[in-house]
Nanobody, 128 residues
Framework: QVQPVESGGGSVQAGGSLRLSCAAS????????IGWFRQTPGKEREGVAAIDGAGVTTYYSDSAKGRFTISRDSAKNTVYLQMNNLSPEDTAAYFC?????????????????????WGQGTQVTVSS
């Protein structure tokens, strides 16, 4: 199984950037579809972006398109989420999740039920 571990969260001002990392242990990260999710108190966890095991196909939520980029570095066994032009609405706990299959399902990539293993999360706070 791919056990994700997130890092890279922090505080930033609006318009700034952060890069989150999702490091995998136990198995190569190329064996899994990896998704990034975020959650704020009282709300459901929402999908932000996903990338397949080959690093070829990526998916983004409408709020992430044009600002966030998901990528993978197989040599480092890590998936990244580069977040640019951040706004206070992006403030949330961000989670990395791994699916048992290497491919992501196009119509379901943002569903939490698609993923089998979750990291502990990393907090992102954007101030205005």
């Amino acid at each position: 199984q791919v056990q994700p571990v997130e890092s890279g969260g922090g505080s930033v001002q609006a318009g700034g950037s952060l890069r989150l990392s999702c490091a995998a242990s136990r198995k190569p990260i190329s064996s899994a579809c990896i998704g990034w999710f975020r959650q704020t108190p009282g709300k459901e966890r929402e999908g932000v972006a996903a990338i397949d095991g080959a690093g070829v196909t990526t998916y983004y939520s409408d709020s992430a398109k044009g600002r966030f980029t998901i990528s993978r570095d197989s040599a480092k066994n890590t998936v990244y989420l580069q977040m640019n032009n951040l706004s206070p609405e992006d403030t949330a706990a961000y989670f990395c999740a791994a699916r048992q299959q290497w491919f992501c399902r196009e119509n379901f990539w943002s569903s939490t039920s698609e993923y089998n293993y979750w990291g502990q999360g990393t907090q992102v706070t954007v101030s205005s």
